[in-house]
């Protein structure tokens, strides 16, 4: 018997049943054996050492693959546990999961109190058990067998995952000398695990629910070599003195307040500078690209939100409604049921197709109080956001023509590295987690796939991550300092168009519905100027700084030169500040420097004699003694973006 | 015995005590007694017949003063309710109050069900009965004999009405064979009516209340003379033909959903094109102006309110709360209150002074859903909203340049006719309708008075009708064909720089708190594209049209030409929309004209000969044939404001 492997470039192979990912990997070439992680068959991802015995698709893992990191950092959770298992007594475990970076594990440590020191011998222990390259051996079992074994262990935390897991179901794996209950997948051996770091301690109650007992958590990271390691060390280093929270206070960006609400960021004047200039950009390219700009309120009745699909599948991310009139109304999460109401009031064939709507609009997400964090988690987010309505012929256009504002923009803000996230429905969910159209869904990620493959953007493609009503493109993208955001999604929506009742007449005469594109390539507001103070570590370019120059007079002597200079600056339109305190030079250009200011002028005695100004650029120094004119020029480039 | 009476300008005069106002018209000038219908007393509106017997400031007023016009139509309700029981038997009456144009009287008819020709009826004996000059007097009475009095005639609305009044407090009024239980003022006698229209006939639940009796409601308007009542009538057919709500729709301007909600406008693209000019327009002056822009979330907790005074003085206009996390939260009614917070998070000493916080913010408010009307009464209103920080002595030249800046836009708009109306506080209501601050609301009152007058804008004054938080400058303009609307709002507050401990550090490095000047000078883009659209019927201005050419090729054939034409208008800067059905030019010129597109250039085998264009103007028909930059040089002028 034989198996049929269809790999991800479309060629196919065939090889005898039974066969296991890692010795295919071992007949294409021995150095990508040396590579695999995990596997992925028909979209599930699993253990590289399991046989294949039907006919599949296959990707096989590494750490260039989310799947293949995330498994490396799970199988890295079971190497600690291990480690604290042979380390210290009487230990038990709650669960131990991969994250976004790395991997944490929440144990009870009984009468024992770990503190940073014991992080390093963890460390040291892990290292130990890693170079054993102890296979992680899977073996399903039944559940009475299972809880037999965590009795005798006489871990309460693992019997209680056990409750909730149906017999047959159930797998333990084992390396080395620790055992645990999981279902996988893992990577084939602890050898991979080549540099290790636990980053923290910290407290979780268990099951997140504070009336139960409080576990240790234990972050921790991992790398298949050193130099991975020291890069991201290196890169969280930066990356704390990026720290966009303490920018946007230095800079006065935006400000929270208790009376006002958490996760409701107040936008300082330099933060609604900022604003304003990534709207003017925005609507600058969206007018060109023949987009419609329209305005919507933030609240609806519930019954829009009950056609939208929003009330029964996103509710929970959803404020709580307001009664009135007796009737419910919420804040709005989306735009996109006020946009299809704006679609469904103008009248259109197929001749006014496409039509693009867009709106900045300010859109309401319950997150958790835990889970806000600074700019980049919160409840208030104005989105970047339009919504384009084609016909099936036009989608591919209108698709790519979307993909390229987002490459303009990468180029406008210095992005140099990206990555699209293709993410799917996973037909199991059909009707819960998706909208019940199983043929739509396969028709309309075709489409979304040929796009992507045909214009040559990098993608990976996750099952179970699309919208409720349709596959969606989330962009990754990398901060100067080499940290991925996620920054925008492009959805693509055959569902809504039907619930809103939303027809065209085509060629023929005949009544259709469009297809809808989501998209908000500037992301929102909130996430992006977040991004961009960690991008640019607050050095904003000079066509975005709230404020480009800054005057300073050596005394009070030369205010009167000095606002000479900054009335000549302004008219020649650049944004300038002067600095009138009666404070010495040094802290003057401290202070600006402190705020990051661009440009400074120092005006004093030989300045005013010369009609000149000397100029300091921030972060670089003196440029020296120029005239006015001659400095308009020079920063003439920068003034654009 | 004497009186000192101080008149409007100044003046000073002694009477004798006991001398009525239309006494001291008389002696003034006996042209100006014939027009006087009321007066004001130190600040009171009563009848002008009324004797004066203390010292005391006297307004005398004619049909000039709006509270001279509201006496008037109040005595016409009273003069229709004469003639109605004149003419029909027991019918029995309501309440009969002046409105914002004319009156009404809701009356229980009994078995007579009235009709549009009754109406005519009524008029005439109106203006008979207006003809007899018959006295308004005036009459104090016991609650008893009031009892008495409307038990022997049976009517039981005035019963009810007399239940809730205090003995000693009632006055009745009567007019030739009518009385009427009445506060009064009256004019001094019907004589005064010349001219009568009754309007309409509707149904109104007694004491607006949807479970008791429907009675009649029959709306007029009366006029001192035949002209104005002329005047009148044509301006309301004129403005039947300028209606914001039909021009609206008609012009694609905005619409409403039902699941959406009522009063929440949906800004379709035109509209929100309109509100982009508008936004960019406030933007740059306000720029120039020195004003800063700030973003705020639409949404606080209950505690911003309670410290602003929201939540005490104004909760019944406010949306129903949202609980989160078991915090109540509110959407805002105003933004105020956000940017007192944003000022508080700005280091400032008095040289930051003043700051002009700037920001569009959306607010919402609940509105009674029967009063909610198009655009001029809505639920989501978007503020053209600023708040200035200055200290005393910056107070004049700040509200001086506010007031400049309203001064700026009307030019702009051609709104060649306004008024500012000061609306003061009413020292009986401190602590309950206004914040218990009596000496700050006299200095401040003063104030504005004093930069009022010395600007030399037109402006009257009222008592009881400030905000809470201090005095207020309404803005009432006049569309084109002479409407009424009151647009925005100055305020003047003292008080909320306290309540938010606002503080700022003065030249001697004291404390102090800021004033605040609250101003919108382009009102709402609701309530101002509303009176827009009636003011320019429609007709927008070449700079502010959405679409400003529509290019019409006379068929097919010319439709490459034709696309040679709006590449190059467009690339001049003008907004061009093609016509490229296959429709014959006389609809596709009807069209355009419908949409009222400021120009529209006509495409055919002539003007693609000699590469020229046929230019119409909107409403005036053919210009000519015109090369493209010809046309281009002709609109110059017309495409900025």
Redesign the interface.
Known sequence: MSVKITFPDGAQKEFNSGITALEIANQLSNSLAKKVLAVEVNGEVMDATLPIEKDATVKLLTWNDTEGKSTFWHSSAHLMAEAIESLYKGIKFGIGPPIEHGFYYDIDTGDTTLTLSDLEKIEKKMLELANKKNEYKRKPISKEEAISYFKDKGDEYKLELLEGLEDGSITFYTQGEFTDLCRGPHIPHTGHIKAIKLMKLAGAYWRGDEKRKQLTRIYGVTFPNQLELDEYLKMLEEAEKRDHRKLGQQL?IY?F?????PG??????N???L??KLEELA?KEEEEAGY??????????E??YI?SGHIPYYKESM???????N?K?Y?KAMNCP?HH??F???PKSY?DLPIR?A?YG?C?R?ED?GSLFGLMRV??L?INDAHIYCTKEQFASEFRAVNAMYLKYFKIFGIDKFKMRFSKHEPSKLGQKYMNEPELWIETENMVRDVLVSSGIPFDEVADEAAFYGPKIDIQIYSAIGREFTLATNQVDFAQGKRFNLKYANKDNQEEYPIIIHRAPLST?ERFIGFLLEHYAGNFPLWLAPKQIAVLPISDKFIPYSETVVKALKEKGFRVKID??AEKIGKKIRDAEMMKIPYMTIIGEKEEQNKQISVRKHGKGDIGALTIEDFAVLLQEESVY
Chains 1, 2 share one sequence.
């Open positions: 006065e400000t307040d208790d009376e006002v609400g409701l960021p107040l936008w300082l004047p933060g609604g500078f604003i304003e609507k419609l700009r329209v305005r919507t309120p933030h609240i609806a009745k019954a829009l056609r404020f709580p409604p307001m009664e009135l009139d009737v109304y804040l006020h109401k704006i469904a009031a103008m001749k709507l709106e300010m309401y319950y109080s409840r208030s104005t507001h009138e305190r």
